[in-house]
């Protein structure tokens, strides 16, 4: 599991990608909110938000869930049947 | 002449009393409010009206706390990471606690005005300045 902070961001504007074992999520804050808005005192910048993620063939590549719940992106990333353990019975 | 010194074991004694209410304190917390202001804020202008923007991601809206008296405004809450039952960490990067941070604006606010917005995990505060604190046109005669 993946949880990471993207406040501001709307479910439309997340971009997840995978290619080549890297996961490459991209989110993209709307400027047009702050509009008309000028500022006086700031203590951080607005900014869309982007980082990548090196996946090892241990995880089901095909079985990726995304869910965004009040500025947490989770994303969930199951693990590869063969990267399961497995129980050897005794003969 | 002998000098008169202080007892040494009684300075060692006052530094570990010294170190031990300040480890105690709170200040030093896993929490938000022990690497910094929590949550970081923005204050813009919108015409007459201040409007101030601050991040908090995955604080639900009951668990934010706003007060406003005079032209100070309250910010207070409880952030909470939850990662269910069975999770064991690999990397920890978010991190929980309770906040706590006033802001002055150096505007007088109507607190009967002050609207409060939290969606997607942004928080904006829009405050009216209060009738009796804006300016007069007066008109030259």
């Known amino acids: 599991m993946v949880v990471m902070e993207i406040p501001g961001v709307e479910k439309k ?8 074992d890297t996961l ?12 008309g808005l000028e500022p006086l005192y700031t203590e951080y910048n607005v900014g869309h938000f982007a980082r990548a993620f090196a996946l090892s063939n241990k995880l089901d590549q095909a079985q990726i869930g ?3 719940d009040n500025g947490v992106l989770t994303l969930t990333l199951k693990k590869a049947k063969e990267a399961m353990p497995r129980r050897i019975a005794i003969t | 002449m002998a000098m008169l ?18 480890r105690t304190s709170g200040w ?6 022990g690497r910094g202001a929590y949550p970081l804020l923005d204050v813009f202008r919108k015409g007459d009206d ?7 991601p995955g604080v639900r809206k009951e668990d934010l706390e706003i007060q406003v008296k005079g032209n100070t405004i309250r910010i207070a809450g ?18 929980a606690g309770n906040f706590d941070r006033a802001i002055t604006v150096p505007v007088e606010v109507d607190a009967d005005r002050v609207r409060a917005e939290c969606r997607d995990g942004i ?10 604190d804006k300016p007069k046109s007066i008109a030259v005669s």
């Open chain 1, 24 to 35: 490459r999520v991209e989110a993209r804050v709307d400027y047009g909110k702050y509009g």
């Open chain 2, 28 to 33: 030093l917390g896993s929490g938000p409010s």
């Open chain 1, 66 to 68: 995304a869910e965004l």
């Open chain 2, 50 to 56: 201040i409007v101030i923007i601050t991040e908090v």
């Open chain 1, 13 to 20: 504007d997340v971009d997840i990608n995978l290619e080549s």
């Open chain 2, 78 to 95: 409880t952030k909470s990471v939850h990662y269910g039952e069975r999770a064991s960490l690999h990397r920890r990067e978010r991190m």
């Open chain 2, 123 to 132: 928080l904006a505060l829009y405050l009216s300045r209060a009738e009796r």
């Open chain 2, 5 to 22: 010194l202080p007892d040494p074991f009684d300075a060692l004694v006052q530094f570990q009393q010294a170190l031990d209410a300040f």
